[in-house]
């Protein structure tokens, strides 16, 4: 979910842009929104990664020539671990257990 609302609010600020000042390519806000999320980026992929029992610094495969981006997005959309790893419970387990449980 965090992926789809970054893309569209970037899709968003490049159409107003583009519609606002057509003379002008900057492209000033859609730049200042991809630096001021560069970091909570960074971190969901580093939350991601360790559901799949990867460390986060795996995000530096992307710069590997040619493969690391996409060795790094197959490690982002795989599924999470059945049940806990070295950096937690896997948060699909406590979803299923706390829905299937109604009395708490």
């Known amino acids: 979910m965090f992926t789809l609302f970054y893309f569209i609010i970037i899709h968003v600020l ?13 492209n000033l806000p859609g730049y200042l929104y991809t630096l001021g999320m ?3 980026t960074l971190a969901v992929a580093a939350r991601r990664l360790h559901h799949t029992s ?5 995000q530096l495969l992307c710069f590997v ?7 790094r997005l197959v490690f982002l959309v795989r599924d999470s671990d059945e049940g806990d790893n070295q950096y937690g419970p896997n948060p699909k387990m406590q979803e299923i257990n706390t829905t299937s449980n109604p009395n708490g």
């Open 14 to 26: 490049g159409f107003i842009e583009g519609t606002f000042s057509p003379a002008n390519n900057s």
């Open 38 to 40: 560069l970091l909570p």
């Open 54 to 58: 990867k460390s986060g610094w795996q």
């Open 65 to 71: 020539p040619f493969v690391g981006w996409i060795v």
